[in-house]
Every structure is written in structure tokens, then in C-alpha cells.
């Protein structure tokens, strides 16, 4: 049985779909940022069946973990400090998402310009976006990770 340590300080990203730790690891920019990170994937779950985990020793700030509900909006954020878990949080789908989700649409302006590319939740039971140049509909990352 692989058995990573316990975190004195730090965030464990829980409930990760099977696949999806390298996409959260990406968007967080965490290969630039001066902590350590222990990814575990395929892990075994009782209520998943499998998962992938992210643990990042020390702290995120200035990072919005809220913003994880577009990539995978099952997935648990705990808050870490002294060992002991202070906070939990389950992202749920942002309203507008910028530099997320990507237009397909090559007509779009984000297309030719360097503009962000940026969507509005247009249905929160399906997860579906909107860009909001063009009206471009996207669903939420999750499915894809």
C-alpha cells in the first residue's frame, strides 16, 4: 500500500476525477510555485471506485481554489494546518470562467485576437457555458479530464 505523509501545512485536492491531477496541476501553475506536491493517481475509493489526489505542502495564496468547480466540480478541497483538517470545501461551477474553458469557435475573436477567453454558466445543471463573444457553448471540464 502506498502511503504519502501527512501535511502540517497545506491543501489536499481530493475526489479528482481518474486522470484529471495533471490538468488541476497545470492550471494551478504549481510547477513555478515554490512548494512541494505529491500527486497520487488512480488511486483505490470506496466511493469512487478510483481517483487521482493532489497534495501541496504550504500555502496558495492569492490562488482561487473556487474557480477548481470548472474543471472538476466533485472534487473536495481540504485546508490543511497542523496536521489537522480546518476547512473543506466543494467547489461548486463559477459563474464566469477566464482562460479556462477555450472557444472552438475559429470564428470567434479569441480566436484571432489575444483576448481571454471568457464564459458565462448558462446552465448549471449541465454544466453548460457560453462564450461571451460569440455564444460558443462549452460544458465544464470535468468530463474531459
Known amino acids: 500500500m502506498l502511503n504519502i505523509g501527512v501535511l502540517e501545512q497545506g491543501i489536499v485536492i481530493d475526489h479528482i476525477q481518474v486522470g484529471g491531477a495533471?490538468?488541476?496541476?497545470k492550471y494551478l501553475d504549481l510547477e513555478n510555485l515554490d512548494v512541494s506536491v505529491a500527486i497520487i493517481k488512480n488511486a483505490r475509493s470506496n466511493k469512487m471506485g478510483r481517483k487521482d489526489?493532489?497534495?501541496i505542502e504550504g500555502t496558495l495564496d492569492g490562488i482561487n481554489l473556487d474557480i477548481l468547480g470548472a474543471l472538476d466540480h466533485k472534487i473536495t478541497i481540504n485546508i490543511i494546518e497542523n496536521g489537522v483538517i480546518v476547512e473543506k470545501k466543494h467547489p461548486t461551477l463559477p459563474d464566469f470562467v477566464e482562460n479556462v474553458l477555450k472557444c472552438k469557435n475559429p470564428r470567434c475573436i479569441t480566436s484571432v485576437e489575444n483576448v481571454p477567453h471568457t464564459f458565462k454558466l448558462t446552465d448549471r445543471e449541465k454544466g453548460v457555458y457560453r462564450c461571451?463573444?460569440?455564444?460558443q457553448s462549452s460544458k465544464a471540464i470535468a468530463g474531459d479530464l
Open 22 to 25: 495533471m490538468k488541476i496541476y
Open 53 to 55: 489526489i493532489i497534495k
Open 132 to 135: 461571451v463573444y460569440c455564444e
